[in-house]
């Protein structure tokens, strides 16, 4: 089956959860106040595109190919983002949604998460070496077995990461989130 082939286009207001989404190869294309909820992304392939203030929740990404792609003020929940092809994954999130998703195992080196809300994502045995959060919420996000290291999570707040249990040579850490790096030994610390 030939493989429909998008590139330099913008789609606007298009609402997928009603209409089918055109399965293939989305290059430099921007979706902008898009409806994605529920829909079937699986085996479609986005390189170097925009997602403007679009709803991806639930969206099924199942084989898909994600390269270079900018999500910018998105709803994204309980994305299940360790499902899509791991080869030349990137990305990156400015002011998203993404609570209950999932990047487990996945090598996300360099990733920058920026005004993001990723309360219960698993970051579990993921490789997550010099990503940003950026004033992100991480409040229950699973971090067990995740390689950290150079990772900045200064301007991150609510996190519980276990430093026997993760990787975090030489992380940045802020001194108001020091408590999450302590957490497991039920231990207070009065803030001066």
Known sequence: MPITYFEDLEFLKEDFSLQP???G????CTFRQCNFAETELSDCKFINCVFENCNL???KIDHTSIQDV???NCKMLGLKFDTCRPLGLSFSFDNCLLQHSSFYQLKIKKTI?????LQETDFAEADLTQVIFENCNLEKAIFDRTILEKADLSGAFNYSIDPE???IKKARFSIHGISGLLEKYNIYIDKA
């Open 25 to 28: 190869e989305y290059e430099s």
């Open 57 to 59: 929740s639930m969206a």
């Open 70 to 72: 900018r999500f910018l």
């Open 165 to 167: 249990n993760n990787k």
């Open 113 to 117: 998460f920026r005004n993001c809300q």
């Open 21 to 23: 989404f055109a399965k």
